[in-house]
């Protein structure tokens, strides 16, 4: 019987280049990969630029802040913390708010049913800002109203209904503030 020979045959130069480049492109797939893959995060930190993101896709905390710079409109706005002077004063701490002026008027409301005003004025150079008012017999006295008395007062409005037995003690209180020097 015969034997059968088997022959070996060597690969062809075409078949070898073929299998070199296969081995080279996977290779350097798996180098490409292993350069944006950093840690446990998918993408390595700088490659991808901003209009590679989705929209609504970094949230705010995820931000430097103090890589971004000022909004150009808003460049002045970095000295307002530190700001000395205020419109129509000539320091921060001369501007009109800090000189409030308090004002304290009492007055009596009679006891017969008659709707009585009180007013608080406000010094000479000043004009109200606010007020309101307050009356001692919260059973029988009734509060009608609070207003401006134009722009230099404030003023309430008080009845009392005891039949004339009695009258009530109103009071009214003024917030005043320094006039504009161009009032308009």
């Not at 088997?6 to 299998?19: D, Q």
């Not at 970094?58 to 970095?78: D, E, F, N, Q, Y």
């Not at 009492?106 to 009585?116: E, Q, R």
């Amino acid at each position: 019987m015969g034997h059968l020979v088997r022959v070996r045959r060597r690969p062809s130069a075409a078949m070898v280049v073929a299998l070199v480049a296969l081995i080279v492109a996977s290779g350097g797939t798996a180098v490409a990969a292993s350069q944006l893959v950093s840690g446990d995060s998918l993408i390595k930190k700088n490659s991808l630029s901003g209009n590679r993101l989705r929209n609504r896709s970094v949230a705010g905390s995820k931000i430097k802040l103090g890589s971004l710079g000022t909004v150009p409109r808003a460049a002045h706005a970095a000295t307002a913390d530190s700001a000395t002077t205020a419109v129509n004063a000539t320091s921060a701490a001369s501007a009109p708010i800090a000189k409030l002026t308090y004002v304290t008027t009492t007055f009596t409301v009679p006891g017969d049913g008659t709707a009585t005003t009180g007013t608080a004025p406000c010094p000479a150079g000043t004009d109200v800002t606010g007020g309101g008012g307050s009356i001692d017999d919260t059973v029988n006295g009734f509060f009608l109203g609070s207003f401006p008395a134009g722009k230099t007062g404030w003023s309430v409005l008080y009845e009392e209904e005891t039949g004339g037995a009695s009258s009530a003690t109103g009071t009214v209180y003024a917030i005043c503030a320094p006039a504009a020097a161009t009032a308009p």
